[in-house]
């Protein structure tokens, strides 16, 4: 198999599109004298979008204080700008792909779950290291590989055969890909993430999550890559990537180590108990953004 893929997807006329109220959200955040007001207003052209927002907001992940948010405005006084854009870029990302096929079911929610957990082990780490990513650490472990998603809906039969192979290898499925495919759910991925307009280091995040001495943004890319790799640990995968590994051996750790950042002072046994139970986060998030009773929250 040649290059032919990744130039298909490229070409794909019914490749999924992100809603426009959040494209326009994200050109609004990049400019240095937006308001409360206008990015509230803007969330509320869509109003499923919305509900889901608010919601997320409300739920334990985001909640600051004893009362519930009743309003976008009061959820980007309470929360901050970039935490309420984080939200919307990954409601939106989460809603456009979202299944669209009734086979391998399964595969999908395991792939999701996996997503998620990234995302929630990435947010550990930063806690834990004082880097203040601003909640871009659980953006990038929740869409890091989103180009599986496009390769399991366009090709599935390929991709099936690459799971099957990085499953009888026990090798990381973007081996298994490349031999199977020609192309790799990171290539994938990254062009996605440049076609939707998805902030720079989350396409930085997509293409060199396994290698992140390649990114340009070393540290939240290293940042995800390890808590890709204890995610995994966690059995919470959707490949062949639970081979045995020594964290501290690790490219992302080294980088990280390199920039500065305490890694001697991080607990690998603490941090392996706190994730134990990470799947029932995992859940509690996928309630939370879930379609049902999402309305409930939508006081807008």
């Known amino acids: 198999m040649d290059r032919l893929i990744l130039q298909t997807v490229k070409h794909l006329e019914d490749l999924p599109t992100l809603p426009s109220v959040a494209v326009e959200v994200m050109g609004l955040s990049r400019s240095p004298d937006v308001s409360i007001k206008a990015i509230s207003a803007c969330i509320h052209k869509d109003p499923p979008l919305a509900a889901k927002v608010l919601k997320l907001a409300n739920s334990a992940f985001y909640r600051r204080g004893a009362h519930e948010i009743e309003t976008l405005h009061r959820a980007i006084l309470m929360m901050g700008l970039n935490e309420v854009v984080n939200i919307t ?28 957990a990234t995302g929630l082990i990435a947010r550990r780490i930063d806690t834990r290291l004082h880097m ?35 499953l009888e290898r026990q090798c990381p499925m973007f081996e298994a890909e490349q031999e199977i495919l020609g192309a790799t759910h990171m290539e994938i991925g990254h062009f996605l993430a440049q076609k939707w307009g998805l902030p720079p280091y989350i396409a930085d995040i997509c293409l060199h999550h396994h290698h992140p001495q390649d990114a340009r943004f070393k540290d939240i890319t290293s940042v995800v ?23 501290k051996d690790q490219q992302g750790w080294h980088i990280l180590k390199k ?42």
Request: proline share 2%; with cysteine; glycine share 8%.
């Open 89 to 116: 870029t990954s409601v939106s990302v989460l809603s456009s792909l979202g299944p669209r096929k009734s086979q391998e079911q399964g595969l999908r929610k395991k792939f999701w779950r996996h997503c998620i």
């Open 132 to 166: 203040s990513l601003q909640g871009r650490e659980f953006v990038g472990g929740l869409l890091h590989d989103i180009g599986k998603i496009i390769l399991d809906e366009y090709f599935h039969d390929q991709f099936m055969q690459a799971h099957a192979l990085s």
């Open 225 to 247: 890559s390890i808590a890709d790799l204890l995610a995994k640990a966690k059995e919470l995968s959707c490949g062949g990537d639970t081979m045995s590994f020594i964290l």
């Open 259 to 300: 920039m500065g950042h305490p890694m001697d002072s991080i607990d690998l046994e603490r941090i392996t108990f706190e994730i134990e139970d990470i799947g029932e986060e995992v859940k509690e998030f996928i309630s939370a953004i879930s379609d049902q009773e999402a309305q409930e929250h939508a006081h807008v």
